[in-house]
């Protein structure tokens, strides 16, 4: 059974930087397309950026050119390094995995999250 375990939250100001991370527990970590997703209070949850095993990576408009998420397919491990941020990016982030195999937005195991939050 695939368990994720998120890490790195905290408080930033705005401009900062704070990095995330994830430790997927599973022997086939490979086979996962692994994700950030985040929710805001009283917003829906949407996707931040994904990265597949081959590290191809997908962003959300709002977070192009500031977050890199990226993965350690040795230490099972993923990774979201936020940079230049925001007040609107205050949310609980949380990692999320999906089978390769998968539909594009199943995402079938999710870790407990993170709280993020940016101070003017």
């Known amino acids: 059974q695939v368990q994720l375990v998120e890490s790195g939250g905290g408080l930033a100001q705005a401009g900062g930087s704070l990095r995330l991370s994830c430790q997927v527990s599973t022997r086939t970590f490979i086979n996962f397309v692994m994700a950030w997703f985040r929710q805001a209070p009283g917003k829906e949850r949407e996707l931040v950026a994904a990265?597949?095993?081959?590290?191809?990576?997908a962003y959300a408009d709002s977070v192009k050119d500031r977050f890199t998420i990226s993965r350690d397919n040795v230490a099972n491990t993923v990774y979201l390094h936020m940079n230049s941020l925001k007040p609107e990016d205050t949310a609980v982030y949380y990692c999320?995995?999906?089978?390769?195999?998968?539909?594009?937005?199943?995402?079938?195991?999710w870790g407990r999250g993170t709280q993020v939050t940016v101070s003017p």
């Open positions: 999320a995995a999906r089978h390769r195999a998968a539909p594009p937005h199943e995402y079938q195991v």
């Open positions: 990265v597949a095993a081959s590290h191809n990576t």
